[in-house]
C-alpha cells in the first residue's frame, strides 16, 4: 500500500512533497491501525481539515473492507480446499516483495546523509535485538532527532552544513 499511497500522493497528484510524504508516514506509523488509514487520516487533515479527514479514511478503508467482507464470504464455503492452501503458499514470497519494495521505495528518499543511517541502525536495533513496537521506534527515533538537531546547532552548524562548511565560511 505504501508504494501506491506515494505514487498517488507525492508523484502523480503532487499534493505532497517526498519529504512531507515520509514526515506524515512517520507520524501515520506511530498510531494503532492500519497504515493506509492512518496515513489517509493525516494527509486529508492536512489538505482539507476534519471533513477532508474523514472522506479519506472513508475512501481508504470502504473498498478494502468490502473486498475482504466479498473474499472473506468465498474462503468461508472453500476453506479447505487445495487450491486455497496452495493460492496462500504462492501469496506469501509476493508479500515479502511487495514489503521490501515499499521499504527501497520510501527508505531512499528517507536517507539524504550519512547522518541518517545513524537513526536506521538505532530502528532496526529497537525492533529486531530489544523486541521494541514500532511506535515505540518511531517516537525514539524522534527523539534522536531532536538531540541531533540540539546537537549540531549547539556545534555552531545549520542542519545540512557540514564540519568543514561551518569551519571554512570565514576564509571568503
Do not use: C, H
Not at 5 to 20: A, F, G, N, P, Y
Request: net charge positive.
Amino acid at each position: 500500500m505504501i508504494p501506491l499511497i506515494k505514487r498517488e500522493l507525492v508523484e502523480r497528484r503532487r499534493w505532497l512533497e517526498d519529504s512531507e510524504f515520509v514526515d506524515l508516514l512517520a507520524i501515520a506509523q506511530s498510531g494503532p491501525g492500519p497504515i493506509a488509514v492512518n496515513t489517509a487520516t493525516v494527509t486529508g487533515y492536512k489538505m482539507r481539515g476534519v471533513l477532508g479527514s474523514l472522506s479519506a479514511v472513508a475512501g481508504a478503508a470502504l473498498p478494502s473492507f468490502l473486498t475482504i467482507l466479498a473474499f472473506a464470504s468465498v474462503l468461508v464455503r472453500y476453506k479447505s480446499a487445495p487450491v486455497i492452501d496452495a493460492f496462500f503458499r504462492g501469496m506469501r514470497p509476493a508479500i515479502l516483495g511487495l514489503l521490501a519494495a515499499a521499504v527501497w521505495q520510501v527508505g531512499k528518499g528517507s536517507i539524504r546523509e550519512r547522518s541518517d543511517l545513524w537513526f536506521v541502525a538505532a530502528g532496526v536495533f529497537l525492533l529486531f535485538v530489544l523486541g521494541e513496537g514500532p511506535v515505540v521506534a518511531v517516537l525514539m527515533s524522534g527523539l534522536l532527532g531532536i538531540l541531533s538537531g540540539v546537537w549540531n546547532r549547539r556545534g555552531g552548524r545549520q542542519e545540512g552544513e557540514t564540519r568543514g562548511e561551518a569551519q571554512g565560511s570565514d576564509e571568503d
